[in-house]
């Protein structure tokens, strides 16, 4: 049963892969980013199980962290560099 | 007793996975950023708590609970956040949601000009 989990959640990594590459805009890259890296977390805590060692889980953890921050620095960056350019021009 | 835990276990990994799959294929298929963003965010809620949740009735001690409700909560937070960010970010850098087709191409016509 924790295989079919870990099969599903690589198949939805694998979509989010595609709309990855595929996004025609930036923020369809960035949402796809995102959902690849919640889909990492839960594929950590269900290797956890599958293999039965408890360390996964603070991995997981911290992947998440850091999931959560670089795609709010990635936003703030591109929110500041766009209100940077449109100074410029002006 | 052990059976029991064992199939709501099951049937909450089952859940959620589905969940997860619909989310996924919502990301690939819709035809618009935001309809693709409701996709993922909601789905996202549900998937991961369903999973996170028959995962708990597995774990053999408190610790491992402890860790999983954390990455529960915190996922739940950071992911709600997330996609409010996103959505804000892109519709301040002038995405427009395209609800009709005549207007789409009004409000990216308007918007690129200055």
Redesign the interface.
């Known amino acids: 049963?924790?295989s079919?989990?870990a099969v599903?959640?690589l198949?939805?990594?694998s979509?989010?892969l595609?709309?990855a590459f595929k996004g025609p805009?930036l923020?369809?890259r960035?949402?796809?980013v995102?959902?690849f890296g919640?889909?990492t977390?839960?594929l950590l805590?269900?290797i956890d199980?599958i293999a039965g060692r408890?360390d996964f889980?603070?991995i997981?953890?911290v992947y998440?962290?850091i999931?959560?921050i670089s795609?709010?620095g990635v936003?703030r960056f591109?929110?500041y560099a766009?209100n940077q350019t449109a100074e410029e021009e002006n | 007793m052990e059976i029991v835990l064992d199939i709501i276990?099951?049937f909450c990994?089952?859940t959620?996975?589905?969940f997860?799959?619909t989310?996924?294929?919502g990301?690939?298929r819709f035809p618009d950023?935001y309809s693709?963003?409701h996709s993922?965010s909601l789905t996202?809620t549900l998937?991961?708590g369903l999973?996170?949740v028959g995962?708990m009735f597995?774990a053999g001690?408190a610790?491992?609970t402890a860790?999983?409700i954390?990455?529960l909560v915190?996922?739940l937070l950071?992911?709600t956040?997330?996609s409010h960010?996103?959505a804000k970010?892109?519709l301040?850098?002038g995405?427009a949601p395209d609800d009709a087709g005549g207007k789409e191409k009004q409000s990216e016509d308007s918007i690129s000009k200055p």
């Open positions: 049963m924790y079919l989990t599903t959640l198949v939805v990594m979509f989010a595609v709309r805009t923020y369809d960035i949402l796809a995102n959902n919640t889909k977390v839960l805590a269900i199980f408890p889980l603070d997981a953890i998440a962290l999931n959560f795609i709010i936003l591109f929110e766009r | 276990s099951w990994l089952v959620g996975s589905f997860c799959l989310g996924g294929v990301l690939l950023f693709r963003i993922a996202d998937g991961a999973i996170l995962l597995q001690s610790i491992v860790k999983l954390m990455i915190f996922s950071a992911g956040t997330a960010a996103m970010a892109a301040k850098s995405l």
